[in-house]
C-alpha cells in the first residue's frame, strides 16, 4: 500500500466545517502526534480511523479512504503502468517541494 495523504484536501474539509487537526484527532481518538504521522504519510490510518474522520467531516468514507491514500479508485489501479509512473512522480515532485519548503523555514527558524 503507497500512501499519499491528501492533507489539503483534508485541511480544506476541517476549514468548510470550522474544525481543526486537533477536533479532527480528538473524533478519532488519535493525540495530535498520532494524526501528523498520519497526515505526513508516517503511518496509514486505520479503518475505525478513517470512519471517525469521514463521520467528523461529512465525507464520504470511499472518498476519506481515497484521499487519505488507503486506496485507489478501479479506472487508477488498472491504468496503463506508464500513467500510473507519471502520477507518482508528480506526487514525489509535490513531496520535493514540501521538503524544500520545510528546509527552508527551518534554516529561517535556525538563524533566529
Given at each position: 500500500m503507497s500512501l499519499f495523504f491528501d492533507a489539503d484536501w483534508f485541511d480544506a474539509?476541517?476549514?468548510a466545517c470550522n474544525g481543526d487537526r486537533g477536533a479532527l484527532a480528538e473524533a478519532a481518538g488519535l493525540d495530535r502526534?498520532?494524526?501528523h504521522r498520519v497526515f505526513t504519510n508516517a503511518r496509514a490510518p486505520t479503518a475505525e480511523e478513517l470512519q471517525a474522520f469521514a463521520t467528523?467531516?461529512?465525507?464520504?468514507l470511499v472518498e476519506v479512504s481515497l484521499r487519505s491514500g488507503v486506496a485507489?479508485?478501479?479506472a487508477?489501479?488498472?491504468?496503463?503502468p506508464s500513467a500510473r509512473i507519471e502520477s507518482i512522480e508528480a506526487?514525489?515532485?509535490e513531496i520535493d517541494s514540501w521538503l524544500n519548503e520545510l528546509e527552508a523555514g527551518a534554516k529561517?527558524?535556525?538563524?533566529?
Open positions: 474539509r476541517l476549514a502526534g498520532e494524526l467528523f467531516l461529512g465525507a464520504d485507489q479508485r478501479a487508477e489501479a488498472e491504468s496503463d506526487r514525489l515532485d529561517r527558524h535556525a538563524r533566529r
